[in-house]
């Protein structure tokens, strides 16, 4: 059975790096097919894809955040971490990881998620 | 990048009733389309990809349809628990995007 756990903090102040951790078990991301991204949800609002990482390391971001994030495999090989830099109180949300689902078909849809980590900016 | 565009923002039935949910494209998505259902305090829940393909575990109740920039999600009869927030989601374009969201609520 695959899980994801993500863990942070859950305050961070404006302008400082929000560094999250994605923790799994149930597959192995170096495993061909594989992938983990990483999603937001403001409060009452709707979901944003904000990276992607891939087995081979490839990795994706959304453009209009790019230049804030870095997405990585953690060292021990069951985590990925996201940085994102220059927090401001609208990247107010619950941030999720998610893996990939491989159906017949690789594709970037997401079948199992963690509980999500909510994150508030503020001073 | 891809806008999605969901209607109705909101829909009110009863259990047993069918529901039908909209999705529409700004550009075209092929059969890339997906819808996640998320209830309050959890995290989404795949129901559906490439428009018409039953994620693991989902009940045949739920079912996909549409192509290019229009897509539906159906409900055949609403049981109890299914009252809660769908999301579509394109893996077309990079990069990948999210509907707003359409809350089916108990009329």
């Known amino acids: 059975q695959i899980t994801l756990k993500e863990s942070g903090p859950t305050l961070v102040k404006p302008t400082q790096t929000l560094t999250l951790t994605c923790t799994f078990s149930?597959?192995?991301?170096?495993?061909?097919?594989?992938?983990v991204a990483w999603i937001r949800q403001p409060p009452g609002q709707a979901l944003e894809w904000l990276a992607l990482?891939?087995?081979?390391?490839?990795?994706r971001y959304t453009p209009s955040q790019e230049s804030r994030l870095t997405i990585s495999k953690g060292a021990s090989g069951d985590q990925v971490v996201l940085t994102m830099t220059n927090m401001d109180p609208v990247d107010t949300a619950t941030y999720y990881c998610a893996h990939r689902l491989i159906a017949d078909s690789v594709t970037e849809n997401f079948d199992f998620w963690g509980q999500g980590a909510l994150v508030t900016v503020s001073s | 990048e891809i806008v999605l565009t969901q209607s109705p923002a909101t829909l009110s039935l009863s259990p047993g009733e069918r529901a039908t949910l909209s999705c529409r494209a700004s550009?075209?998505?092929?059969?890339?389309l997906a819808w996640y259902q998320q209830k309050p305090g959890q995290a989404p829940r795949l129901l559906i990809f490439?428009?018409?393909k039953r994620a693991t575990g989902i009940p045949a109740r739920f079912s996909g349809s549409g192509s290019g920039t229009d897509f539906t999600l159906t409900i055949s009869s609403l049981e109890p628990e299914d009252f809660a927030v769908y999301f579509c989601q394109q893996r077309s374009t990079w990069p990948l995007t999210f509907g707003p969201g359409t809350t089916v609520d108990v009329k």
């Open positions: 990482i891939y087995w081979d390391d490839d990795k």
């Open positions: 550009q075209r998505v092929s059969q890339y």
């Open positions: 490439d428009t018409s």
């Open positions: 149930g597959f192995s991301l170096s495993t061909s097919g594989e992938g």
